[in-house]
């Protein structure tokens, strides 16, 4: 999973980044010269510890997030029409994350000269808008010269294609971003190799000051409310980078100093997660507890594909026990003794939180 961290330019991208993944990447006036910073974040997961206790293995392995944040500026890209690396970072993400600036600092002036969350949103949701229509544009220029030239056999799927276009850029010009236009699977399916960028989840983060904090259920709402296709989570970026380079237990003792309960950046990982659908399922193979992400409807083959290719081929069953039935038996062998130890085949569909071990023959 790959989620791409966008924003205009002091909004704190690179603070966020260095909160969700621990890194130190260098925060900087934007240069179109930086490379995009990669890191990956933890997902936190307490059944991780509870199976610990279960399976004592000699390695734990949780689930990833990977967070890219993306050198460049989205202000103007649009009617430019953005190329190269800086869009191809934005078209391969999984995910969206928009940082949007809620916190005030004299030294480190917004570039429009106040603080504007609302307005930054409505302004980079127009410039994702602007590049999603001109590559339309573009696509359905090129439709309209072959069709000149296209025997009758061949009409049909250019025909269909540039009927959806065109209907999903009429619903696009009145501001209505293709995630929330209502498609159906074999459209969505038709426009995937596009990767509009207005198709991806977008998840919103309110960066806040220190002196805000006690205020951030209350912004949040706020922006929910005229985005509710958003998912918004207000933090202060600052303050949860310094906290990302302490041990676990020295930051929770600076968080209950503060009067914070979970990390809001444990809220952010999680509704990443979230936006685009995905579970985890466990294994435990050689002494190693693994969480595995795969999209929620995933069939058992493609879950132990997931893992290696192998498993995907020479599949044969699936051994499962669900997270809550082990966890209340305190081992397999009481589970297995209560008949909670399932078998299941080929149209079995892995479900949240699934013990699993595959069976298969190559």
């Excluded at 399922?281 to 992400?293: H, M, Q």
């Excluded at 132990?304 to 995907?312: C, L, N, P, V």
Aim: proline fraction near 4%.
């Amino acid at each position: 999973m790959k989620v791409a961290i966008i924003g205009i330019p002091e909004s704190g991208k690179t603070t966020i980044f260095n909160a969700l993944t621990r890194g130190k990447a260098e925060v900087a006036a934007y240069s179109p010269t930086l490379a995009p910073n990669i890191g990956v974040a933890k997902v936190s997961d307490a059944r991780l510890s509870v199976l610990e206790d279960i399976f004592q293995p000699k390695k734990t392995v949780p689930a990833e997030v990977s967070y890219i944040d993306v050198a460049g500026s989205l202000k103007g890209f649009g009617k430019e029409g953005a190329g190269g690396e800086f869009l191809n970072y934005l078209t391969t993400a999984d995910a969206l994350l928009q940082v949007v600036r809620a916190f005030d600092d004299d030294k480190v002036p917004h570039p429009e000269g106040s603080i504007e969350p609302k307005q930054d949103i409505a302004s980079l949701d127009l410039e994702l808008s602007i590049s999603d229509l001109a590559i339309m544009e573009r696509r359905l220029e090129k439709l309209e010269t072959s069709l000149k030239g296209a025997k009758s056999a061949e009409r049909e799927p250019y025909l269909k294609e540039q009927l959806l276009l065109q209907k999903v850029k009429a619903e696009l010009e009145k501001d209505i971003p293709i995630r929330l236009q209502a498609l159906a699977k074999e459209e969505l399916k038709m426009l995937a190799n596009y990767q509009f960028l207005t198709a991806k989840p977008m998840l919103v983060v309110l960066n806040i000051g220190e002196e805000q904090i006690s205020q951030a259920a209350q912004l949040e709402g706020e922006i929910s409310a005229l985005h509710p296709q958003f998912a918004v989570v207000a933090l202060c970026g600052k303050l949860e980078m310094e906290l990302a380079q302490l041990s676990d237990a020295e930051a929770k003792e600076f968080r209950e100093s503060m009067g914070l309960s979970r990390p809001a950046l444990d809220r952010v990982i999680d509704l990443s997660y979230n936006l685009l659908g995905l579970i985890s399922f466990f294994t435990t193979v050689s002494s190693e507890l693994k969480a595995w992400t795969i999209p929620g409807g995933t069939p058992a083959p493609k879950a132990a594909g997931k893992i290696h290719s192998d498993m995907e081929r020479g599949f044969i069953r699936a051994e499962v026990i669900s997270y809550s039935d082990l966890a209340n038996c305190g081992n397999l062998a009481e589970a297995r003794k209560r008949g909670l130890l399932r078998t299941e085949g080929k149209n079995y569909i892995v479900q949240d939180g699934d013990v699993v071990t595959f069976l298969f023959n190559v």
